[in-house]
């Protein structure tokens, strides 16, 4: 049972990391999406409203899982048994920042394994931070994110309480 781990902060899930696990959930036994906690960076989205809109995003495929992790990614894969670490690429800083991390993985643990992925080109100019700004900026995100995130997102900017506290991000 060959099993991957696809980490990130995924806030919010877009279409190009759903294209990576997609096409990942056809080369693996089992796509382990793995949703950063990290208390300190802001975000739009909660870890439990980023992990269902995963599962719901993911369920048809019939071999994802969602976890959330708070401890280093090496340390959690190599404790889980997990086989590989997987990272999407878009472009050369993406590259550039992924071997680096790829690389003190290595150096780390060095049973640890690290593949990238590219992303599909049509899909290249999408980014997280992209869909907050837009988000925030009252854009369209529509090329962005699925239905159920877009409907998410939109639920919370009808929240006159949620749009004050955008404001000031
Ligand atoms: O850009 P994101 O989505 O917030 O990425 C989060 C994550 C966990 C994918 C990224 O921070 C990462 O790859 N961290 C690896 C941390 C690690 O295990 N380091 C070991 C020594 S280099």
């Known amino acids: 049972?060959?099993?991957?781990?696809?980490?990130?902060?995924?806030?919010?899930?877009?279409?190009?990391?759903?294209?990576i696990i997609k096409r990942a959930s056809k080369m693996f036994d089992v796509v382990i999406v793995g949703v950063l906690k990290n208390e300190t960076k802001k975000s739009l989205l909660t870890i439990e409203e980023r992990m269902e809109l995963i599962e719901v995003s993911t369920e048809h495929l019939g071999n994802v899982e969602v976890v959330t992790f708070d401890e280093l990614l090496v340390d959690y894969v190599f404790e889980k048994k997990i086989n590989f670490i997987l990272k999407g690429l878009r472009n050369n800083k993406d590259f550039e920042e992924e071997l680096v991390m790829a690389q003190g993985i290595k150096v780390y643990n060095k049973e640890v394994e690290t593949l990238f992925m590219p992303t599909k080109p049509s899909l290249s100019y999408i980014s997280s931070s992209i869909v907050k700004s837009l988000f925030y900026n009252k854009g369209t995100i529509d090329n962005y994110v699925n239905i159920?995130?877009?409907?998410?997102?939109?639920?919370?900017?009808?929240?006159?309480?949620?749009?004050?506290?955008?404001?000031n991000n």
């Open 1 to 19: 049972m060959i099993k991957v781990m696809y980490p990130g902060s995924f806030d919010p899930l877009t279409l190009g990391h759903e294209d």
């Open 148 to 167: 159920d995130v877009l409907k998410k997102l939109e639920s919370r900017r009808k929240n006159e309480k949620d749009r004050a506290v955008f404001k």
